[in-house]
């Protein structure tokens, strides 16, 4: 289940807090990412709009990606954390595992999988990776 999103208003902002929202790492969770992230977008769009229609499906799949990823690869809770930059949208999924994601060989005809982590250095003007003894941070921004 959800924890409820925290909101941090700062003038950097533009009046869009940023937000926060924790989740258990179960599968149903990747869904309560993409429906969070799509009301932190709604807020944000009436604010300012995105400069091209596309980048609000592009944070949507992102975001996705990486709920899916963590469920999948780092058992316990994830974090979600959206915020406004300047020019865009910095996202962090916080997960239990210290493992930093690697590509793997995309393989259609052996049941899929491998295509996600290719996906989010496509979208994203930047990617990286922070490990500690807790766990990763992955950072991305995506053009808004």
């Not at 990747?30 to 429906?35: D, I, M, Q």
């Not at 592009?58 to 954390?81: K, R, S």
């Not at 210290?98 to 052996?110: G, K, L, Y």
């Amino acid at each position: 289940m959800a924890t409820e999103p925290h909101r941090d208003d700062t003038p950097a902002t533009d009046g869009i807090s940023s937000r926060t929202v924790g989740f258990a790492g179960e599968l149903h969770d990747v869904t309560g990412a993409r429906l969070a992230a799509e009301e932190y977008l709604g807020d944000l769009a009436t604010v300012v709009l995105p400069s091209a229609p596309e980048h609000w499906d592009d944070i949507l799949l992102v975001v996705t990606e990486l709920a899916a990823n963590a469920v999948q690869y780092a058992p316990g809770p994830f974090e979600l954390h959206l915020r406004r930059t300047f020019d865009g949208v910095h996202l962090t999924v916080h997960d239990t595992s210290s493992t930093a994601p690697a590509p793997r060989p995309f393989r259609p005809r052996e049941g899929g999988g491998g295509i996600g982590w290719h996906l989010i250095h496509t979208l994203c003007a930047q990617v990286s990776v922070v490990t500690d003894s807790r766990g990763k941070d992955i950072h991305v921004f995506l053009p808004w």
